[in-house]
Each structure stands twice: as structure tokens, then as C-alpha cells.
T-cell receptor
Framework: DTEVTQTPKHLVMGMTNKKSLKCEQH?????MYWYKQKAKKPPELMFVYSYEKLSINESVPSRFSPECPNSSLLNLHLHALQPEDSALYLC???????????????FGPGTRLTVL | AQTVTQSQPEMSVQEAETVTLSCTYDTSESDYYLFWYKQPPSRQMILVIRQEAYKQQNATENRFSVNFQKAAKSFSLKISDSQLGDAAMYFCAYRQAGTALIFGKGTTLSVSS
């Protein structure tokens, strides 16, 4: 089973709202990722967690706050977003962050976020 | 820094025909992995095929195969017997130890009957 689940599928929020995106995997993966994807563009890396610790932060604005409560769960907390933050937010996981034959990242279906 | 280049923004193919999507990359590393991902309009990013750089043999998954030329830093995807369900955006991606995927800009493939 290579399933990564994300909730909600769609989210509409105002610029003053606080909301959270959720990602879950039960493959025993110890690396989890958040990407932002605009239409017809490749995903842009935001954050990487390795063994529940933040390993990579691609200079993302503080209005995005990631959290990894346990090895299966990854959250992205959103606050005071701007309209330009509207995008598809993808979660992914892999066995580890380091090299190996199990280095494949598996993606969730994404959350379509609209900021009004 | 590593880069991935897909020089074909759009490609088209007829059903049952064969199409090849191009990808080149730049790296000074010797140990890395290359991937092709497919993203249909429904948006789920799906792994199509992967290649370990240390393997000389080209990877194959059913109708999908790659032509991996390590010296030329080229990694093309061949889709045989194209089907309507193959229509999607295809991303070539690179990964090395300790990093996340680096994506190319993508190639939109349309399939006509």
C-alpha cells in the first residue's frame, strides 16, 4: 500500500482565518514533505521532516507553520494568508531522507486552497 | 546546484502509437536517482518509473521504459501503445541523498483517438 491521504480536498479561507491541512501515511515512512504547486507548474518544496524533526525549510513565510506530531502525521497550519498563496498543496512521504533503493517519494492527492 | 530540464512543454500522440519525452539533468554527484511522475488533470502525482544511477540497465514498467544515458545526463521516457489514460502532465525529477526531489518544468502529453 503506497497511500498518502490528505484532508480536506478543498479549502476556501479568508485572509484573517486560521486553518490547517492534514496529511497521513501508514507506510512506516520517516520522511514527510510539503509542496506548493501552481497550475501547470512543478511542485515547489516547502518543508521536509525527517524522523519527526524539521530538516529542510525552503525559506517559507511564517504564515505557513508545519507540524509533525508523530511519524504518520503531518500538518500545515495556515494563518493570515494572501491571495497569492492559493494553490494545490501536496504532501509526500518516503522511507527516509537519505539515499537508498527505497528513496521514492509517494504523493497524496493534494488540498486545493483558495484564499479570498 | 542540480537542475532538471524538460525541453518539450507539450507533446501529442495518437492512440496505440509511441511517444518519447525528453529530460536532461545536471549534477556533479555520482549517486542519485531519477524519476518520471505523471499528474493527470485529477491532480494526483503518480510515480511512473524510477532509475538508480548506478544501474546501467534501463528501467521498464509495462508500456513505460526509459533511455538512461549517464554520461550525457539524459533520461528520456518512452510510452508504447499510448492510451487515452496516458494524457497528463509528466514531470522528470532528480534526487540525491539528503534532499527532496528536484523537478523539471513538465511536459503536457495529449493523446488523441
Amino acid at each position: 500500500d503506497t497511500e498518502v491521504t490528505q484532508t480536506p480536498k478543498h479549502l476556501v479561507m479568508g485572509m484573517t482565518n486560521k486553518k490547517s491541512l492534514k496529511c497521513e501515511q501508514h507506510m512506516g515512512h520517516r520522511a514527510m514533505y510539503w509542496y506548493k504547486q501552481k497550475a501547470k507548474k512543478p511542485p515547489e518544496l516547502m518543508f521536509v521532516y525527517s524522523y519527526e524533526k524539521l530538516s529542510i525549510n525552503e525559506s517559507v513565510p511564517s504564515r505557513f507553520s508545519p507540524e509533525c506530531p508523530n511519524s504518520s502525521l503531518l500538518n500545515l497550519h495556515l494563518h493570515a494568508l494572501q491571495p497569492e498563496d492559493s494553490a494545490l498543496y501536496l504532501c509526500a512521504s518516503s522511507q527516509t531522507l537519505t539515499s537508498g533503493s527505497t528513496d521514492t517519494q509517494y504523493f497524496g492527492p493534494g488540498t486545493r486552497l483558495t484564499v479570498l | 546546484a542540480q537542475t532538471v530540464t524538460q525541453s518539450q512543454p507539450e507533446m501529442s500522440v495518437q492512440e496505440a502509437e509511441t511517444v518519447t519525452l525528453s529530460c536532461t539533468y545536471d549534477t556533479s554527484e555520482s549517486d542519485y536517482y531519477l524519476f518520471w511522475y505523471k499528474q493527470p488533470p485529477s491532480r494526483q502525482m503518480i510515480l511512473v518509473i524510477r532509475q538508480e544511477a548506478y544501474k546501467q540497465q534501463n528501467a521498464t514498467e509495462n508500456r513505460f521504459s526509459v533511455n538512461f544515458q549517464k554520461a550525457a545526463k539524459s533520461f528520456s521516457l518512452k510510452i508504447s501503445d499510448s492510451q487515452l489514460g496516458d494524457a497528463a502532465m509528466y514531470f522528470c525529477a532528480y534526487r540525491q541523498a539528503g534532499t527532496a526531489l528536484i523537478f523539471g518544468k513538465g511536459t503536457t502529453l495529449s493523446v488523441s483517438s
